[in-house]
């Protein structure tokens, strides 16, 4: 018997790009990998024009009319009190209904984990969601993982810790590491530097890294984010997204200064036709499109966050990480881990969820 499907709820209309973007990643999704399945949200009659014209996508999709669209202006709350017409909500219902395994979505942010918080809820013991993204770097498996880079501004020392669990989590099963190494973002390796949180979180992940299986290495400052100090990076969502968003511009600027850079006389022209294929060995290394894509974490279900700007590449990228996931069962695995882990807690060090909480 073959392998069953893997079957992915894709928001087509949260992008910058428009559907036609989102289409178009799915089909060259489809033609590298022919055991996906799409669910696709939003208008039927566009949506149902667009996919006719991939030939990849026939007979892989199965489209769900949805009017509404969340733009990228739109509150969260406004969202979570009238979004139930977006594709945003039916994407997430999706996975929430098991119908798929992994939502994508290249949406609004905070609608999209306010949502994603309300429809799935999180796991138990889980105080905020984080969003984990893989950061190209030195080490041998080509990427570190970062957490949290978005997904909510404050973090105390017990967040902090969480999101080393998850990131070690989803470094076993994005990565393949059986035992990664987790550094604590800060503004310098001594271990007198920084905020009281971070003191304290120093302690509750080193005193866990034996009990979770991993290395905490202590500190690590923003040089080691691309480094090889690490595998898993720790770090708020204000830190972590201004890193992300730095880390992303840094990339294109280089990619525009190489391009004068070659174009400046003819002689150096010359020197780029002879550099051809170390260059775009150098793109695809740098290139943000390709490792595209945020995974929230600490939810009953996956959710794949693509960048709003992305283009084909990009949401290809994105439906790669979402199956790899899929495929490992990854969102299971989280949950079992993070569950072994507070069941071995102390009381007085466990975080106390309620179903009241709602996200801020």
């Given at each position: 018997?073959?392998?069953?499907?893997?079957?992915?709820?894709?928001?087509?209309?949260?992008?910058?790009?428009?559907p036609?973007?989102?289409?178009?990643?799915?089909?060259?999704?489809?033609?590298?990998?022919?055991?996906?399945?799409?669910?696709?949200?939003?208008?039927?009659?566009?949506?149902?024009?667009?996919?006719?014209?991939?030939?990849?996508?026939?007979?892989?999709?199965?489209?769900?009319?949805?009017?509404?669209?969340?733009?990228?202006?739109?509150?969260?709350?406004?969202?979570?009190?009238?979004?139930?017409?977006?594709?945003?909500?039916a994407?997430?219902?999706?996975?929430?209904?098991?119908?798929?395994?992994?939502?994508?979505?290249?949406?609004?942010?905070?609608?999209?984990?306010?949502?994603?918080?309300?429809?799935?809820?999180?796991?138990?013991?889980?105080?905020?969601?984080?969003?984990?993204?893989?950061?190209?770097?030195?080490?041998?498996?080509?990427?570190?993982?970062?957490?949290?880079?978005?997904?909510?501004?404050?973090?105390?020392?017990?967040?902090?810790?969480?999101?080393?669990?998850?990131?070690?989590?989803?470094?076993?099963?994005?990565?393949?590491?059986?035992?990664?190494?987790?550094?604590l973002?800060?503004?310098?390796?001594?271990?007198?530097?920084?905020?009281?949180?971070?003191?304290?979180?120093?302690?509750?992940?080193?005193?866990?890294?034996?009990r979770?299986?991993?290395?905490?290495?202590?500190?690590?400052?923003?040089?080691?984010?691309?480094?090889?100090?690490?595998?898993?990076i720790?770090?708020?969502?204000?830190?972590?997204?201004?890193?992300?968003?730095?880390?992303?511009?840094?990339?294109?600027?280089?990619?525009?200064?190489?391009?004068?850079?070659?174009?400046?006389?003819?002689?150096?022209?010359?020197?780029?036709?002879?550099?051809?294929?170390?260059?775009?060995?150098?793109?695809?290394k740098?290139?943000?499109?390709r490792?595209?894509g945020?995974?929230?974490?600490?939810?009953?279900?996956?959710?794949?966050?693509?960048?709003?700007?992305?283009?084909?590449?990009?949401?290809?990228?994105?439906?790669?990480?979402?199956?790899?996931?899929?495929?490992?069962?990854?969102?299971?695995?989280?949950?079992?881990?993070?569950?072994?882990?507070?069941?071995?807690?102390?009381?007085?060090?466990?975080?106390i969820?309620?179903?009241?909480?709602?996200?801020?």
């Amino acid at each position: 018997m073959g392998q069953a499907p893997i079957v992915l709820s894709i928001d087509a209309m949260g992008g910058d790009q428009g559907p036609e973007a989102v289409v178009s990643g799915m089909s060259r999704s489809a033609k590298a990998n022919p055991d996906i399945r799409f669910l696709v949200h939003g208008p039927e009659k566009k949506l149902t024009k667009l996919i006719e014209r991939k030939k990849a996508l026939a007979g892989r999709c199965e489209i769900r009319d949805a009017s509404g669209v969340v733009s990228m202006e739109d509150k969260p709350s406004h969202i979570m009190r009238h979004g139930q017409d977006t594709s945003m909500w039916a994407a997430i219902d999706a996975v929430r209904d098991k119908e798929a395994t992994v939502a994508v979505s290249c949406g609004n942010t905070g609608a999209l984990m306010a949502l994603s918080m309300i429809r799935l809820r999180k796991l138990p013991g889980v105080n905020r969601p984080a969003i984990a993204i893989l950061w190209p770097s030195r080490n041998p498996q080509g990427f570190n993982v970062m957490l949290d880079v978005g997904a909510d501004i404050r973090a105390d020392a017990q967040d902090l810790l969480q999101y080393a669990l998850m990131g070690v989590s989803y470094a076993r099963n994005g990565l393949q590491l059986d035992r990664p190494r987790v550094g604590l973002l800060n503004v310098g390796t001594e271990e007198h530097k920084g905020k009281a949180e971070l003191k304290e979180a120093h302690e509750l992940i080193g005193g866990m890294a034996d009990r979770a299986q991993f290395d905490f290495v202590g500190f690590v400052e923003g040089g080691d984010i691309p480094g090889e100090a690490c595998d898993v990076i720790v770090t708020d969502g204000f830190t972590g997204n201004i890193a992300l968003k730095t880390g992303e511009g840094t990339a294109s600027l280089i990619g525009d200064r190489l391009k004068e850079a070659f174009a400046y006389s003819p002689l150096s022209r010359l020197a780029s036709l002879l550099a051809l294929t170390s260059l775009r060995r150098l793109k695809k290394k740098i290139d943000p499109r390709r490792v595209n894509g945020g995974v929230f974490l600490g939810l009953n279900g996956t959710v794949v966050k693509s960048h709003g700007a992305a283009d084909a590449t990009g949401v290809s990228a994105a439906i790669k990480l979402a199956v790899q996931l899929a495929q490992s069962g990854f969102s299971d695995r989280l949950a079992a881990r993070l569950a072994s882990i507070t069941d071995a807690m102390p009381d007085t060090e466990k975080t106390i969820m309620t179903d009241e909480e709602s996200p801020k």
